[in-house]
């Protein structure tokens, strides 16, 4: 992959916040059949994979599945992420997300407004924290450190 743009995807379908980044992935995005991923979030994490930059940022709903070493802002728009592996950092940020632990290490905030987290499988010392917002947080793994935050939350 030679040099790219970073371009996140706003909930109107704008761009927004643009960086340069440069990196040798070129692994696929994967989704689920018939879901089409914005060529925006696509580039992002891949740049970000190769390059460990300081995060991507993800727009409109965005269905992410199968995703290990990332960095992602989600910015808006209802989203569902599910993590398989590797070293993360995750925040659900505005909209009502979806965050799926299945492997790996890291840090997952559900940001405003009420998310679900659920942790099926982590490394331990991995955080999960609802932060704003009437949450949903679940988990079955040892080591994991589940935090409802601020609100109403249930655990």
């Known amino acids: ?3 790219h743009a970073i371009v996140a ?12 980044s440069r990196g040798t992935g070129t692994e696929p995005i994967p989704v689920q059949p018939g879901v089409k991923a914005s060529l ?4 992002l994490i891949t740049g970000q994979r190769a390059a460990g ?7 409109a709903d965005e269905l992410l599945t199968g995703q290990s070493n990332i960095k992602l802002r989600m910015l808006g728009g209802n989203n569902f992420l599910e993590v398989t592996g590797g070293s993360n950092y995750a925040n659900g940020n505005m909209g009502e997300d979806t965050i799926i632990l299945r492997g790996g290490f890291g840090e997952y905030l559900g940001g405003k407004d009420s998310d679900t987290i659920a942790a099926f499988g982590a490394e331990a010392g991995t955080s999960v924290n609802g932060n704003l917002g009437e949450d949903y947080i679940t988990g079955t793994v040892a080591g994991v450190i589940y935090r409802g935050g601020k609100d109403n939350d249930l655990l």
């Open 1 to 3: 992959m030679g040099d």
């Open 53 to 59: 930059g300081a995060g991507a940022a993800a727009g």
């Open 40 to 43: 925006g979030i696509a580039t």
């Open 9 to 20: 995807i706003d909930q109107n379908g704008g761009h927004s916040c643009c960086t340069e």
